[in-house]
């Protein structure tokens, strides 16, 4: 079948590091595409199951037609809920690709793209009350401010959250030609094009709490995964990635691991391998790839 979402990321590497029993229990929280499931499906016996997760109702453009498959449309942070609700309650792996598949940013009307004119949207599940639209309208300066600092790294973000008060004085600011219009000015040309991915970066994270989605998806994989069981994570950006390496090495988020004693950490989880990121024929062949870091982790 072909589809309109992006080209797997690092494919191959994340299936062969996930599989560890071709007979288990899967789940890929981040169908999109269907593209790594595929690959899943492939790798597993008759007697394998793959379950997988995606809020966005696109994806159910992409259902494989496999026995062995089900489809979940719902947000991993759910994760063990809705595996419960299939009597699932370990798996031997579980994989996710975070970030926005391409068949998000090249949807005009889903608001996620600099390149095209959309209503201000950014949900990825497109039945949440809160978009962009809210965000850039409603919230208050320093609810603003903070979130382009902490979320994209912006710099100049008082001058860019300025402009936009200014404009909401006068009417509403509507799709993302008009937000994109009102930073332009602002920033010098040959800095323009990543200041605009920085700042709908910082309203997409809010939008979709995607950072918080990362941290409670993460401390259930530790209690939904069998001992030896595999945890794949692909991040596209710094923020992801952080959580990810701190809660494998970790087990928490903040802070340092519990320790008993004698000294012992207490952490779930144990690294496999070291990081891996995409090698230039498959950077050149999908640019997504660019920016892509996995890390595999195994349940102790």
């Not at 952080?242 to 690294?271: C, H, M, S, W, Y």
């Amino acid at each position: 079948m072909e589809t309109k979402y992006h080209n797997p990321v690092l494919l191959d590497r994340s299936v062969a590091d996930l599989i560890t029993n071709p007979d288990g229990v899967y789940v890929d929280v981040t169908f999109g595409g269907g593209g790594h499931s595929k690959k899943i499906l492939k790798a597993l016996s008759d007697k394998g199951r793959l379950f997988a997760f995606d809020q966005d109702q696109d994806a159910a453009e992409n259902v494989l037609s496999d026995p062995r498959f089900e489809l979940i449309q719902a947000n991993f942070k759910d994760l063990k809920r809705y595996l419960k609700f299939y009597g699932v309650k370990e798996v031997d792996g579980i994989l996710a690709d975070f970030g926005v598949s391409s068949h998000q940013f090249d949807a005009e009307k889903r608001g996620f793209s600099t390149r095209f004119e959309g209503r201000l949207d950014m949900r990825m599940d497109q039945t949440s009350a809160l978009s962009a639209y809210e965000v850039v309208n409603d919230y208050s300066e320093q609810e603003l401010i903070s979130i382009m600092k902490l979320y994209g790294e912006v710099k100049g973000a008082h001058k860019i959250v300025a402009a936009i008060l200014d404009h909401r004085e006068e009417e509403r600011i509507e799709t993302t030609t008009d937000l994109i219009a009102l930073i332009k000015p602002l920033i010098p040309e040959r800095f323009l094009n990543k200041i605009l991915a920085q700042v709908f970066q910082a309203i997409r994270i809010e939008v979709n709490q995607e950072l918080e989605v990362i941290k409670l998806f993460l401390e259930q994989t530790a209690e939904v995964l069998k001992p030896q069981g595999r945890l794949v994570c692909i991040s596209y950006h710094s923020l992801e990635d952080r959580l990810v390496k701190r809660f494998i090495r970790e087990g928490v988020f903040e802070g340092a691991a519990e320790q008993d004693f004698f000294g012992n950490r207490f952490t779930p989880l144990k690294k496999v391998g070291g990081l891996v990121i995409p090698d230039e024929e498959e950077i050149k062949q999908n640019s997504r790839a660019r920016s892509a870091k996995l890390r595999t982790a195994e349940k102790k």
